[in-house]
């Protein structure tokens, strides 16, 4: 499709010097693992690679962490060479964020490849400066014509396969980045703090799955720090650096950033927690969240109950694109039947609803997706009578947490919001449901896709029933035969969108590591429902 010029990889100058320095084979380097507040000696370092997020036509948030107390800066360039540059004064980064730290640029260019280095500077000596990080990131478009694309997915390090140095880490990512993408949607479950790992597993075929350690991955995380372990692990991998450095993030949670299937108010029962007060571990998760990837600090706050106040949000990625990255987690009612006749809390809490009528109602994007962090019509049981999603098995009229989608995709059709599909991931297949008023107990809607992919680096499971409230039907579908298969057993999966920027037809593809696609869709723009 007619595009602007891409990057198939960034120089090895712009990237590799700064994303390739945890080996991945090593469980915890000696320059990562040691307590950074006591690593003093020498200069300041980046090992933990960089990251950029809350990409627009003309800014961004770019990350890094470092091993000690130390200024941030960042240079930006057109080239590779860097031979004009500007520079952006970050802030002094510490033990108050883990020595996490992001810094704002303003006034880029829109559409365009954006060179960067970030350098860490003594903070009483700036003139002791490590070794520059690079990456590279491209602007959203302001013309309609460059066209977009994304990829995304989800569930990364769960049911105890981590970071396998045998077969060379999330391999997946280093198949993501060449593929070049304008970001990546991770769709939740971003950690699994609720998922120790163990130094080997072994498989039913008799091989050894072996994992990279860590004192955090060991055990549940309950504490702040523990819960920035689980988020420090996943950079622990090559590939997972590398892809950082060179394609942006747009990034939401789900459960197991705090626990499996928790939600506000809960206590827990579980013996492995000392801490049973969800709320508490949610919010210290948020912060740990809020830490180690580039939001926005309007997204991701503590509120006055503990909890986040506002990871849902808009992004807008220029004309053909609204993407509006929901939270079914934080203000959602407790986990039950899910069969009440009247619910106004639902999955998304009421306030939330109102938020994206409205934010849908006013987009002028071409294309609205609606990225949501569980699945709509797919039974995701919680135990033996309650449910931790939308559906709960009962084919009829909406009841539940139902009654709010069921809402919200009346008005949708009333409102003639035209272009949207709904992206999720959470249950570790990939597939492609057709929601259709004339298959449907509830039928006051406009027919609509929901495509599902992943896992990244996790456990693959069989494919969930379907409930017929909204009348769903799988086109297709791609999923183990057996529960938690080992990412050495069945290949991991992510879905590709592509807006062409002449005609706006979107297509998505659904994905596997290592091949290619699995299932292709072309739809129109300018309906109602498709």
Wanted: net charge positive; aromatic share 10%; charged share 25%.
């Amino acid at each position: 499709m007619p595009h602007r010029p891409r990057i198939p990889s960034p120089g090895r100058r712009t990237v590799l010097r700064g994303s390739l320095l945890v080996p991945v084979a090593a469980a915890v380097p000696a320059a990562v693992g040691a307590a950074p507040a006591l690593a003093l000696a020498g200069r300041p370092e980046a090992a933990w690679g960089v990251q950029v997020g809350s990409v627009t036509a003309s800014s961004a948030l770019v990350w890094v962490r470092s091993d000690r107390p130390a200024r941030m800066l960042v240079e930006t360039s057109a080239t590779e060479s860097f031979r004009r540059t500007r520079r952006w004064y970050g802030p002094l980064v510490g033990p108050g964020t883990d020595f996490t730290g992001t810094t704002p640029l303003y006034g880029l260019p829109a559409g365009e490849q954006v060179h960067y280095r970030v350098t860490l500077a003594d903070p009483y000596d700036p003139r002791r400066t490590g070794k520059p990080v690079y990456g590279t990131f491209r602007t959203a478009p302001a013309r309609r014509r460059d066209g977009v694309r994304f990829l995304w997915s989800g569930d990364i390090a769960g049911q105890g396969w981590g970071i396998n140095p045998d077969i060379g880490g999330y391999r997946v990512y280093e198949e993501m980045r060449r593929l070049d993408p304008d970001f990546f949607l991770c769709s939740g479950d971003t950690v699994y703090a609720d998922g120790p790992l163990q130094p080997s597993v072994a498989l039913p075929d008799g091989r050894i799955w072996r994992n990279v350690m860590t004192e955090e991955k060991a055990k549940v995380a309950e504490t702040l720090d523990e819960y920035r372990g689980h988020f420090r692990y996943n950079l622990l991998d090559r590939n997972v650096r590398r892809f950082n450095a060179q394609v942006p993030s747009v990034v939401q949670w789900d459960d197991h950033e705090v626990r499996n299937n928790w939600y506000p108010g809960q206590i827990l029962d579980d013996p492995r927690y000392t801490e049973k007060n969800v709320d508490l571990l949610a919010a210290r998760s948020a912060r740990a969240f809020q830490e180690y990837f580039p939001v926005s600090a309007s997204h991701g706050p503590l509120g006055s109950s503990g909890r986040p106040s506002r990871m849902y949000r808009t992004v807008h990625h220029g004309p053909l694109l609204d993407v509006f990255v929901l939270d079914m987690r934080s203000h959602r009612n407790r986990n039950s039947p899910n069969r009440q006749a009247d619910d106004t809390t639902g999955i998304l809490g009421a306030e939330q609803l109102r938020w994206l009528k409205r934010a849908l109602a006013q987009s002028r994007a071409v294309w609205k997706v609606i990225a949501a962090d569980m699945p709509l019509g797919l039974v995701v049981p919680d135990g033996a009578t309650d449910f931790e999603a939308v559906a709960q098995g009962d084919p009829g009229a909406p009841l539940g947490r139902e009654l709010q989608i069921a809402e919200l995709l009346r008005f949708i059709k009333h409102r003639k919001v035209t272009g949207t599909l709904w992206l999720t991931a959470d249950v570790h297949y990939t597939s492609a449901q057709h929601y259709a008023p004339e298959r449907a107990a509830f039928k006051d809607f406009a027919p609509f896709w929901e495509f599902v992919s992943g896992p990244l680096a996790a456990g693959g499971f069989p494919a969930n029933a379907l409930d017929g409230t909204f009348g769903p039907d799988r086109v297709f579908v791609r999923a183990p035969d057996r529960a938690n298969v080992s990412p050495m057993e069945s290949p991991q999966f992510f879905g590709e969108v592509a807006i062409d920027g002449d005609s706006a037809e979107l297509t998505v593809r659904l994905r596997a590591e290592g091949g290619g696609v699995l299932f292709t869709k072309v739809l129109r723009p300018g309906r109602v429902g498709q």
